[in-house]
């Protein structure tokens, strides 16, 4: 897939520490800038916390979708975990937070079209998911997953 594809979003994190340290704010920051950039060489559109910035991101995620109809969404851990319970849209999770409530009244269509990635600091998620998810792949030496640690997968995965 050497083009750009134009029906791909991405969101990533949103701020949501409280309290944070002046380390937490950078390396949030630096972390976005990086993930952006590797976002944009999959797909067109990426969204992160300048977007979100004084909105409600279940409210936004929900109205960019709407706006934009994309083929895909990716998201990445807490719009991974907004997105968890979208149907009729194909999908892939980057370390999303799952509850069992989560696995409730999943459809067929719903498990066929979500992908999800899950890092060690995720474990207990993963376990979770794993149980009712079938595309699901867990990287138990890796803290943390990253746009550029997945990327030939997400291309591989948007490309069927």
């Known amino acids: 897939m050497d083009k750009k ?3 791909i979003i991405f969101f990533l994190p949103y701020w949501d520490k409280k309290n944070p340290t002046l ?5 949030f920051m630096l972390s ?4 952006e950039d590797e976002c944009l060489k999959i797909g067109d559109k990426v969204y992160s916390s300048n977007d979100y910035y004084m909105k409600d991101p279940k409210e936004f995620i ?9 083929k895909w969404v990716i998201g990445i ?19 999303p937070t799952v509850t069992l ?20 600091d995720y474990e207990k998620d993963y376990e979770i998911y794993s149980k ?4 699901v792949a867990f990287f138990p030496t890796q803290k943390t997953l990253f746009i550029g640690d997945l ?3 997400i291309r591989g995965i948007v490309s069927e």
Not at 81 to 91: A, D, F, G, P, V
Not at 132 to 135: A, S
């Open 132 to 135: 009712v998810y079938r595309n």
């Open 62 to 70: 929900r109205e960019a979708i709407r706006k934009d109809r994309p």
């Open 32 to 35: 976005e800038m990086f993930e």
């Open 151 to 153: 990327s030939a997968a």
């Open 101 to 120: 409530n989560d696995l409730n009244w999943v459809t067929p269509e719903t498990i066929r079209d979500t992908y999800a990635f899950f890092s060690a």
């Open 23 to 27: 380390e937490d704010q950078t390396g």
């Open 5 to 7: 594809a134009t029906d």
């Open 77 to 95: 851990e807490n719009t991974a975990t907004i997105l968890i319970s979208y149907k009729r849209q194909m999908k892939i999770l980057i370390n």
